[in-house]
């Protein structure tokens, strides 16, 4: 639910406009009104519409307020103006056009229109409503042993312009509800089939405003059980073939609507509308000419008729119309293709601007990218580069503490045949008691022990140096690592025959590449 803390003077002139006329046409306090006017997108046509039909909850005030098409801002001013018309000028206008104003009619809720009394008032009228009731039965006995009485008994008190009356031991229900009881009464006892006529579904509230919306005409049927002319009229004129053709057609945009008086809102809405016979029928379309709201009766019909004469009625009084209607509707279509064409550029500039934002974004994730492989290619060299730099010095470094190879005055020995990567064979005799890594480091560094001078190479800082090699003996193959410490003699014996592995790193596929 929507917050009811809303400032008053927050709110646009539009929307102070709706709250006014929903709060003094419901009786509503602001804390009400404004969730329903939030809920119905500001609408106070639908807002009303949905409080008296009671079924905001069935309908979703939303979806009907954003197909409601927005009315033009000249509109919004013209009847903002008319509330500071005087009534006889908007009577007078009537008059001068010849057509009588066609009231929006809600009808009261029967919770509203009786209170129940308190406890010990109740049992102090008990004796007269019992008495009540009791000749309320003998009466109603008499009524239906002899029908003709009420008849004449309603013509000698009334004369013969009846104002309409209603059964209230009819159970009230909403406006929806009741039209739907009464299309459902009507096809069970004249025998049609459901669609015949096509009765709108709602309240007379709810088809006024529709019709009102849509430039539409709204045909009123008011009928009463009570008058002898009621089923005739319904069998021969209102189930005439010619006539249930003219209001089903959509081409001449009717909206038909009908009630018995017996129901609380069929009377409400006969008493306004001045019924005084019965079948009654009325013609109501929106007048702009008398003003930019008003809906106004243009033809009227009481008492029996035919239906060729109800529809030649009928079709002259829309022919007076229809020229307005059409200049107005021609008017909003103008308007609507205004708005379609300004929601359709917005569209297409959305679209666009969307599309130039994901290019945008495209750009600079690919430059991010772009930025971040060049970075790691620039890591990537100056590490190839610091690695070179510090393998070389260290090679330099190892090459000076190499020791030399033992003369032919030493005995305790170990003679070597190393075939190098390049396929270069050397033999070199190592003191036996020189350990592993020696035979690594000469490996290593054989191209530099013919280089090395005099002045000494620091070792670099920081490095740890990974010999990139393994020596293997072939027959049987055995490797020479460096995990398993010992001297040559132990690790060899007085001779070997090795051959140099290279040991490829994860860059070029951790693979071992034997190059014989």
Not at 292 to 301: D, G, I, N, R
Request: net charge negative.
């Amino acid at each position: 639910m929507a917050s009811t803390d809303v400032d008053i003077s927050t709110l646009t002139e539009a929307q102070q406009l709706a709250l006014q006329q929903v709060t003094s046409v419901t009786d509503q306090d602001l804390a009400s009104a404004i969730p329903l006017l939030q809920k119905c997108q500001w609408n106070a046509q639908i807002a009303i519409t949905r409080f008296f039909d009671g079924d905001a909850d069935v309908v979703d005030p939303v979806a009907e307020a954003a197909r409601a098409p927005p009315p033009p801002s000249t509109a919004r001013r013209q009847e903002t103006l008319l509330d500071s018309i005087p009534a006889r000028s908007l009577q007078r206008g009537r008059r001068e056009a010849g057509l009588e104003p066609a009231p929006r009619i809600v009808p009261t809720p029967e919770s509203q229109l009786t209170q129940p009394l308190p406890f010990p008032l109740s049992i102090l009228v008990l004796p007269f409503s019992l008495t009540y009731t009791i000749f309320q039965r003998i009466f109603g006995a008499v009524g239906w042993a002899f029908p003709f009485l009420p008849r004449l008994l309603s013509r000698l008190f009334s004369g013969a312009t009846s104002r309409p009356s209603r059964d209230a031991g009819r159970r009230p229900l909403s406006p929806r509800d009741t039209a739907a009881r009464f299309t459902r009464e009507f096809e069970e006892e004249y025998g049609v089939t459901h669609g015949t006529l096509p009765f709108h579904e709602g309240g007379y509230a709810q088809a006024f405003d529709v019709a009102k919306r849509d430039l539409k005409y709204l045909l009123v049927v008011l009928i009463s059980p009570e008058h002898d002319d009621n089923a005739s009229f319904v069998r021969e004129t209102l189930l005439a073939p010619e006539l249930v053709e003219f209001v089903s057609k959509a081409e001449n945009n009717i909206i038909l609507w009908a009630g018995t008086v017996q129901d609380s809102e069929a009377f409400q809405v006969a008493n306004a509308l001045n019924a005084t016979r019965f079948p009654y029928l009325s013609l109501i379309v929106h007048t702009p000419n008398v003003s930019s709201s008003a809906m106004s009766k243009v033809a009227t019909s009481a008492g029996p008729v035919t239906a060729q004469e109800l529809i030649a009625k009928l079709q002259a009084a829309m022919a007076t119309r229809q020229e307005e209607l059409g200049r107005i509707r021609a008017q909003r279509q103008e308007q609507q293709a205004t708005t379609n064409l300004r929601r359709e550029q917005e569209s297409a500039y959305e679209r666009s601007l969307a599309v130039d934002r994901e290019k945008a974004r495209k750009r600079k994730e690919e430059e991010a990218v772009r930025e971040k492989s060049e970075r790691e290619t620039r890591e990537k060299e100056k590490q190839k580069a610091n690695y070179a730099r510090n393998l070389a010095q260290w090679r330099r470094w190892r090459a000076q503490s190499i020791a030399l190879e033992p003369g032919p005055d030493v005995k305790d020995t170990v003679r070597i045949s190393i075939r190098l990567a390049s396929g270069e064979r050397v033999i070199r005799k190592f003191a036996a008691d020189s350990g592993i890594e020696e035979l690594y480091a000469f490996v290593e560094c054989h191209d530099l022990l013919e280089e090395v001078n005099e002045k000494e190479s620091p070792k670099p800082e920081g490095y740890e140096h990974v010999y990139s090699f393994l020596l293997v003996s072939p027959m049987p193959r055995e490797v020479y690592d460096l995990e398993k410490r010992g001297t040559l003699k132990e690790r060899i014996g007085r001779s070997g025959n090795l051959i140099v592995e290279k040991v490829v790193g994860e860059e070029d596929g951790d693979e071992e590449v034997i190059e014989d």
